[in-house]
C-alpha cells in the first residue's frame, strides 16, 4: 500500500490534529528540548501552543550572547483579524519585551495574487491589521510594519534570484498546487524571511520567524534556497516557531468562509456572545452524564480559548480543568464565565484599537495603489 503523505497547505485553513505526526514528518523539532536549557518564561511555551521549532536554539544563544537578532512574520490582510491572529501579536509582543526588534509584513502581494482580494480593501486592511496588533500591545516605536508592495526594486530583485533556485519537482513537492500566483507568494515570503540578513536593509540579523504551522512548508523552501546559494548570496537559514492553530468554534477549520465560527477582534460584544453560546464544547449529551462522567476538555473549543487568551494564570485554568473533568461545572455556567473574560478583553482591545487606528499611518505607509 502506498503511504501517505502528508502536506501542509498554507493558503488552506487546514484541521490539523496529530503534531506529532508532523513533526516526524517534516523534522520539525519539539520546543519542550529547549524548555530546560532556556527561559521561555510564556505560557505558550510551557502549555505547548508553541510546540515546534527550527533552530530555534541557535537564535536563543545569539540573543543571550548579544549578537544581532529579530524576529519576523506577516500577516496576509484578507479576512478581519481574529483570536487566531492574536496568538501571533502575543508572540511579538513577548518577543518585544525581551528587547528583541520585530518586523512585520503585511501581505498585501499574497492577498492579491493568491485571495484575489481588491487592492483597496486590502490596503485598508493592512492598517487594519496594524492597528489591532498595537492595541494587543506591540510597541509600534519598537517595530517595523511594511506592505510588500511597497518594498523597494532591491526586494523584487531578490525574488527573481531566488526563482532561478527553485525546481518545479521542488515546489510540487512542498505545496501540491503550482499556480504563477502561488509560486510568486512563496517566493516573496522567502525574502520577507531573508533580507534582514542584507546591509542594504540595516545590517546583518539572524532572524526568528513566529509563525502557525501551516506556514511551514515556506520555510522549507526558504531553507532550501538559502542552501543553494552558498557563497553568492551568503545567507543563513532562518529559525522558525510553531503553533497550533486554534480551531473554529465549532471545532473544524476557521475559515473566512464561515466567519461565524472564529471570534474576531472587532466583533461587537452581542455578536461575540453569540458565538459564544452556540460553540462546541467537550460537554455530554445530558447534564447527568456529565455530572457523572465530566466533560472532555481536549474537544472543547472554549477550553481552547481559555488556554489560549482568556486564562493566563497556571492555577486558575488548572481549576477550570479538574472542574469540567469531574463533572463539578456544566458547560451552561462555563460558557457565561469565559464570555465575562472574553467580554473584558475584548471592550479594553477595541477601546485601544479606535485610539491605534487614529494614528497608525504614523507606523506604516500604505501603498498609493
Ligand atoms: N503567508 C503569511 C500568511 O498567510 C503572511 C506572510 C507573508 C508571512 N510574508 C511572511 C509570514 C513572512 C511570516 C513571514 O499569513
Ligand atoms: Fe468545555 Fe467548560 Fe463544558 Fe468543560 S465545562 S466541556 S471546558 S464548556
Same mark, same amino acid.
Given at each position: 500500500?502506498?503511504?501517505?503523505?502528508?502536506?501542509?497547505?498554507?493558503?488552506? @485553513?487546514? *484541521?490539523?490534529?496529530? &503534531?506529532?505526526?508532523?513533526? #516526524?514528518? =517534516? /523534522?520539525? !523539532?519539539?520546543?519542550?528540548?529547549? +524548555?530546560?536549557? @532556556?527561559? *521561555?518564561?510564556?505560557? &505558550?511555551?510551557?502549555?505547548? #501552543?508553541? =510546540? /515546534?521549532? !527550527?533552530?530555534?536554539?541557535?537564535? +536563543?544563544?545569539?540573543?543571550?550572547?548579544?549578537?544581532?537578532?529579530?524576529?519576523?512574520?506577516?500577516?496576509?490582510?484578507?479576512?478581519?483579524?481574529?483570536?487566531?491572529?492574536?496568538?501571533?501579536?502575543?508572540?511579538?509582543?513577548?518577543?518585544?519585551?525581551?528587547?528583541?526588534?520585530?518586523?512585520?509584513?503585511?501581505?498585501?502581494?499574497?492577498?492579491?495574487?493568491?485571495?484575489?482580494?481588491?487592492?483597496?480593501?486590502?490596503?485598508?486592511?493592512?492598517?487594519?491589521?496594524?492597528?489591532?496588533?498595537?492595541?494587543?500591545?506591540?510597541?509600534?516605536?519598537?517595530?517595523?510594519?511594511?506592505?510588500?508592495?511597497?518594498?523597494?526594486?532591491?526586494?523584487?530583485?531578490?525574488?527573481?534570484?531566488?526563482?532561478?533556485?527553485?525546481?518545479?519537482?521542488?515546489?510540487?513537492?512542498?505545496?501540491?498546487?503550482?499556480?504563477?500566483?502561488?509560486?510568486?507568494?512563496?517566493?516573496?515570503?522567502?525574502?520577507?524571511?531573508?533580507?534582514?540578513?542584507?546591509?542594504?536593509?540595516?545590517?546583518?540579523?539572524?532572524?526568528?520567524?513566529?509563525?502557525?504551522?501551516?506556514?511551514?512548508?515556506?520555510?522549507?523552501?526558504?531553507?532550501?534556497?538559502?542552501?543553494?546559494?552558498?557563497?553568492?548570496?551568503?545567507?543563513?537559514?532562518?529559525?522558525?516557531?510553531?503553533?497550533?492553530?486554534?480551531?473554529?468554534?465549532?471545532?473544524?477549520?476557521?475559515?473566512?468562509?464561515?466567519?461565524?465560527?472564529?471570534?474576531?477582534?472587532?466583533?461587537?460584544?452581542?455578536?461575540?456572545?453569540?458565538?459564544?453560546?452556540?460553540?462546541?464544547?467537550?460537554?455530554?449529551?445530558?447534564?447527568?452524564?456529565?455530572?457523572?462522567?465530566?466533560?472532555?476538555?481536549?474537544?472543547?473549543?472554549?477550553?481552547?480559548?481559555?488556554?489560549?487568551?482568556?486564562?493566563?494564570?497556571?492555577?486558575?485554568?488548572?481549576?477550570?480543568?479538574?472542574?469540567?473533568?469531574?463533572?463539578?461545572?456544566?458547560?451552561?455556567?462555563?460558557?457565561?464565565?469565559?464570555?465575562?473574560?472574553?467580554?473584558?478583553?475584548?471592550?479594553?482591545?477595541?477601546?485601544?484599537?479606535?485610539?491605534?487606528?487614529?494614528?497608525?499611518?504614523?507606523?506604516?505607509?500604505?501603498?498609493?495603489?
Amino acid at each position: 500500500m502506498e503511504e501517505k503523505h502528508l502536506r501542509l497547505d498554507p493558503w488552506e @485553513y487546514m *484541521l490539523i490534529d496529530d &503534531y506529532e505526526k508532523l513533526m #516526524i514528518e =517534516f /523534522g520539525i !523539532r519539539p520546543v519542550s528540548e529547549l +524548555l530546560g536549557a @532556556y527561559n *521561555l518564561d510564556h505560557y &505558550y511555551f510551557s502549555r505547548g #501552543i508553541i =510546540f /515546534g521549532h !527550527r533552530d530555534f536554539d541557535t537564535w +536563543l544563544k545569539k540573543l543571550y550572547t548579544g549578537e544581532r537578532v529579530a524576529v519576523l512574520t506577516g500577516f496576509m490582510p484578507s479576512g478581519e483579524p481574529h483570536v487566531g491572529t492574536a496568538t501571533v501579536y502575543e508572540e511579538l509582543k513577548y518577543f518585544q519585551s525581551k528587547g528583541v526588534y520585530v518586523k512585520v509584513t503585511i501581505a498585501d502581494a499574497e492577498a492579491y495574487a493568491v485571495r484575489k482580494e481588491d487592492r483597496a480593501i486590502t490596503i485598508k486592511r493592512g492598517l487594519d491589521f496594524v492597528a489591532h496588533a498595537v492595541a494587543w500591545g506591540i510597541d509600534p516605536e519598537k517595530a517595523e510594519f511594511y506592505y510588500q508592495t511597497e518594498m523597494p526594486s532591491s526586494y523584487y530583485r531578490l525574488i527573481q534570484m531566488f526563482s532561478r533556485k527553485v525546481t518545479e519537482a521542488e515546489m510540487k513537492a512542498i505545496y501540491g498546487d503550482l499556480s504563477p500566483s502561488k509560486i510568486i507568494s512563496a517566493l516573496t515570503q522567502a525574502v520577507d524571511i531573508l533580507h534582514l540578513q542584507l546591509d542594504e536593509y540595516g545590517g546583518y540579523r539572524y532572524v526568528l520567524v513566529p509563525v502557525g504551522v501551516d506556514q511551514d512548508p515556506h520555510l522549507r523552501l526558504t531553507r532550501d534556497i538559502v542552501d543553494r546559494f552558498g557563497q553568492e548570496l551568503q545567507l543563513e537559514r532562518p529559525s522558525s516557531i510553531y503553533h497550533k492553530l486554534i480551531k473554529g468554534l465549532d471545532g473544524n477549520k476557521m475559515s473566512k468562509s464561515r466567519p461565524e465560527y472564529a471570534i474576531h477582534l472587532s466583533d461587537p460584544i452581542d455578536l461575540a456572545q453569540k458565538k459564544i453560546n452556540m460553540a462546541l464544547t467537550g460537554g455530554r449529551a445530558t447534564a447527568e452524564e456529565q455530572r457523572r462522567l465530566g466533560g472532555e476538555p481536549h474537544k472543547c473549543s472554549i477550553y481552547e480559548l481559555y488556554v489560549y487568551h482568556l486564562v493566563k494564570d497556571e492555577r486558575e485554568l488548572n481549576d477550570i480543568y479538574v472542574e469540567c473533568t469531574t463533572g463539578k461545572i456544566l458547560c451552561g455556567p462555563c460558557k457565561i464565565r469565559a464570555f465575562e473574560k472574553l467580554k473584558k478583553l475584548l471592550v479594553e482591545h477595541q477601546e485601544r484599537y479606535r485610539e491605534a487606528l487614529k494614528s497608525v499611518e504614523k507606523y506604516i505607509k500604505p501603498p498609493s495603489f
